[in-house]
């Protein structure tokens, strides 16, 4: 375009896919960094087990790793999951995982879901209280969340690419959701799905010729004290049960529907 900074082009152009409500907004010059800077990180290899990533599951498509990293005393083990998934899209994906209508049929560990903002329609603010863990306080997760479409060509091979990253809002900008009884999680999370087309066809695509590639990567803190061994004994309980059901749910959503890219 010959005019590269209207917000019309901004609009239509923007490397997230993003509409113009959520570019206005004051929190996105924040999201709109850490979706780039996260989108990098879940490219970035695991390396052959020189940059510290060690395997925890290893079934099939699936696999997890884990690094071992404690701040204070907290564990907050980053955690970076792969998997490969027939017949759906990386929009498909994504649209299941944003959504807030379908999360508590896939989310096990949810006790409630509110919506504090809506920045726009793909970009949302979460106050989610999840399930106690006995002896540990409870905890909840609040959050923005931004859906799009990444147009910046570095997946030449993939029919396309959209991500969803979730990422701890500040309180101070949402004193509402301050909750006497929980203990907030610090988070930052996100989902990358490439979709890839058997053969590149062009035509009469059928959900058999597609296969989605998805990355998931998650550093959670728990915010205060949680006892070291049990927290890594739930995440690698946790993560694997949330991939598998997670996927399996959007396998069936998707498979008497139309195709959506
Ligand atoms: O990414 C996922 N879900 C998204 C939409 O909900 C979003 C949520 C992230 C939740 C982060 C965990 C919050 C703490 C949960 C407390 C654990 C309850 C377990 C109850 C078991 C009966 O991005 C999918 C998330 C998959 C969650 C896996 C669980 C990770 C556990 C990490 C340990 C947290 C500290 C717990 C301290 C007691």
């Known amino acids: 375009s010959s005019v590269p900074n209207s917000t019309e082009n901004a609009a239509t152009e923007d490397e997230f896919g993003t509409g113009g409500a959520a570019r ?11 979706c780039t ?30 690094r071992e990293e404690e701040v204070n005393g907290l564990v907050v083990d980053p955690l970076k999951a792969c998997h490969m998934v027939k017949g759906v899209t990386a929009r498909e994906m994504c649209h299941y995982f944003f959504m807030p209508e379908y999360r508590n049929d896939w989310e096990t560990t949810l006790e409630d879901v509110q919506i504090l903002e809506r920045i726009s329609p793909d970009t949302l603010v979460f106050l989610q209280t999840h399930k106690r863990i006995w002896p540990a306080s409870q905890r909840d997760a609040m959050f923005w969340s931004h859906m799009g479409k990444v147009n ?11 991500i969803v990253c ?10 509402e959701s301050k909750n006497s009884k929980c203990v907030r999680v610090i988070l930052t999370v996100i989902l990358v799905c490439q979709t890839y087309i058997e053969n590149n066809k062009t035509t009469n695509i059928t959900r058999d010729d597609l296969s989605c590639k998805i990355t998931y990567c998650s550093v959670v803190n728990p915010g205060g004290w949680a006892p070291a061994s049990a927290l890594r004994a739930i995440y690698k309980r946790e993560y694997p049960k949330f991939l598998k059901r997670f996927t399996k749910y959007v396998i069936d959503q998707c498979k ?3 195709i959506m890219f």
């Not at 206005?24 to 850490?34: A, F, G, K, Q, T």
């Not at 910046?152 to 959209?162: C, K, T």
């Open 24 to 34: 206005v907004h004051r929190l996105w010059p924040e999201i709109d960094r850490i």
């Open 37 to 66: 800077e996260q989108l990098k990180y879940a490219r970035a290899g695991v390396g052959e087990g020189g940059n510290g990533w060690q395997i925890f599951v290893d079934e099939g498509e699936m696999k997890m790793y884990k």
């Open 152 to 162: 910046d060509n570095v997946d030449a091979d993939a029919h396309d690419v959209w």
């Open 166 to 175: 979730n990422h701890s809002a500040d309180e101070k900008d949402y004193p």
């Open 256 to 258: 008497d529907k139309p």
